[in-house]
């Protein structure tokens, strides 16, 4: 009795993973093209006002144009968020930015560092 449950929670398991491994395959090339479809809709550039213009598509990702959007409780980030621009047909709250502009901002209070620092050169230039 003991060993048979094992037996089948070994091949429910095996059977799970497998099947798991495929799910994941799939969404993950679902997930890919949305994203494809995502950077094309918005430009394919990152498009923050530093000007850096990144088109390295595995540098960009989508960025909400308001740090309070509620839209941000829907879908922060990642998969979710492509999916929601989708649906939502591409709105204008959303943006690209390359991972640095996106990071920078973040840790510069929501000013993209490359604009503060060039003016802060600038400043020392003249
Ligand atoms: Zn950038
Ligand atoms: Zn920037």
């Known amino acids: 009795m003991r060993v048979s449950r094992e037996d089948d929670r070994y091949y429910g398991r095996k059977y799970y993973h497998k099947n798991r491994d495929k799910l994941l395959e799939r969404s993950k090339e679902y997930n890919l093209k949305i994203r494809e479809q995502c950077l094309e809709a918005y430009g ?14 595995h540098f960009l990702s989508l960025d909400h ?16 968020l492509y999916l929601f621009a989708k649906k939502m047909g591409w709105p ?18 929501g000013i993209c560092p490359r604009l503060t620092t060039k003016n802060s050169q600038k400043i020392e230039e003249n």
Do not use: F, I
């Open 92 to 109: 204008s709250t959303l943006r690209l930015l390359c991972h640095n502009c996106n990071q920078g901002r973040y840790y510069n209070g």
């Open 65 to 80: 144009l308001n740090k309070d959007d509620p839209d941000k409780k829907v879908a922060r980030s990642g998969s979710s």
């Open 44 to 57: 394919n550039m990152c498009s923050c006002e530093c000007g850096c213009r990144e088109d390295e598509p």
